[in-house]
């Protein structure tokens, strides 16, 4: 069974601060790793992918990805109240196809005033 | 465009009824997904289709049916609903080529009493 594994937090940190989110996964074979943003009664959003070792940086937004330990991380600098969502890790399923992608349960994260 | 758009959002069924939930899109993409969302679960793939007239099982079919007449949709079917697919369901789409980012519709909530 292909699992993606996020710690379901919630993790709450001071507006201004770093928030770090982290996601490993177990089939060696994936290739694309995803972040998506869920605000509450919201459809999921994608914010950040990365196809190759090392770091990726959007704006704020930094993902990192190490293949031989098998984990991808989400940088939030400067943490925002309006980031205060739940932050899903969605990694690619090599088997079969239809580029079919295996979800994270998500870790909420809350930007504290 | 509309992007991908889901009907009804809303919906309470009684135990043992039938009902469509429609998904359509208007990017011409050519894969689609079906996923279900529990409270504090990640999103399970229901099924999928990587073109019109194709369609395949994800991790979690059993009580569902698609079929995939069109490029543009993909409706998903619940026969003699049970209290078990009380859920959120989201519909996806996805181009053939390019970066393989997943489109979600805005969800349809279903309840089953």
């Known amino acids: 069974q292909k699992e993606v594994e996020q710690n379901s937090g919630p993790l709450s940190v001071p507006e201004g601060a770093i928030a770090s989110l982290n996601c490993t996964y177990s089939?060696?074979?994936?290739?694309?790793f995803f972040w998506y943003r869920q605000y509450s009664g919201k459809s999921p959003e994608l914010i950040m992918f990365?196809?190759?070792?090392g770091d990726k940086e959007d704006g704020r937004f930094t993902a990192q990805l190490n293949k031989a330990s098998q984990y991808v991380s989400l940088l939030i600098r400067d943490s925002q109240p309006s980031d205060s969502a739940t932050y899903l890790c969605a990694v690619n399923d090599p088997t079969g196809g239809g580029n079919k992608l295996t979800f994270g349960t998500g870790t909420q994260l809350k930007v504290e005033l | 465009n509309a992007g991908v758009t889901q009907t009804p959002k809303f919906r309470i069924l009684k135990i043992g009824q039938s009902m469509t939930l429609q998904c359509a899109q208007d990017m011409n993409h050519n894969y689609m997904y079906w996923y279900r969302q529990d409270p504090g679960m990640g999103l399970k793939l229901i099924y999928y289709?990587?073109?019109?007239?194709?369609?395949d099982k994800g991790e979690v079919p059993n009580g569902y049916n698609v079929s995939r007449s069109t490029t543009e949709d993909f409706p998903l079917r619940l026969e003699l609903a049970a209290p078990s697919q009380t859920s959120v369901y989201f519909c996806?789409?996805?181009?053939?080529?390019?970066?393989?980012?997943?489109?979600f519709g805005p969800g349809t909530r279903l309840t089953v009493t």
């Open positions: 289709s990587v073109g019109a007239g194709i369609t």
């Open positions: 089939d060696r074979g994936s290739q694309s």
């Open positions: 996806a789409s996805m181009a053939a080529q390019g970066r393989h980012e997943q489109y």
């Open positions: 990365i196809y190759s070792n």
